[in-house]
């Protein structure tokens, strides 16, 4: 059974940072694209970052450029997002999922990816 734990949440203030990460259990995701996304209460939910699968190329929201990271550790089979800098307006439920797919590309919309974590919320107090 394919499951995805998100970890590294929590409360923080403007300014702080958090590091999130995205443990995969069940199979391998060391060459499939993954994406962090979040939703925050009565929007929809959007990509923040994404990284392909064989040579980690990465996109980012332009809302998060220059201020969050995505990183893999394939050998550890998890995803990782550091986000620096967090503002009010970063506050929302946070998710990884992975798209079961090889490739070079990376995937910016939630439709496109076949597995998800339960996701972790992020608060950032002004």
């Known amino acids: 059974q394919v499951q995805l734990v998100e970890s590294g949440g929590g409360l923080v203030q403007a300014g702080d940072s958090l590091r999130l990460s995205c443990a995969a259990s069940g199979r391998t995701f060391s060459n499939y694209p993954m994406g962090w996304f979040r939703q925050a209460q009565g929007k929809e939910r959007e990509v923040v970052a994404a990284?392909?699968?064989?040579?980690?190329?990465?996109y980012y929201a332009p809302s998060v450029k220059g201020r969050f990271t995505i990183s893999r550790d394939n050998a550890k089979n998890t995803v990782f997002l550091q986000m620096n800098s967090l503002k009010p307006e970063d506050t929302a439920v946070y998710y990884c999922?992975?798209?079961?797919?090889?490739?070079?590309?990376?995937?910016?919309?939630?439709?496109?990816?076949?597995?998800w974590g339960q996701g972790t919320q992020v608060t950032v107090s002004s």
């Open positions: 999922a992975v798209k079961r797919v090889l490739g070079n590309l990376y995937y910016v919309l939630p439709r496109e990816y076949d597995y």
């Open positions: 990284i392909s699968g064989s040579e980690s190329i990465t």
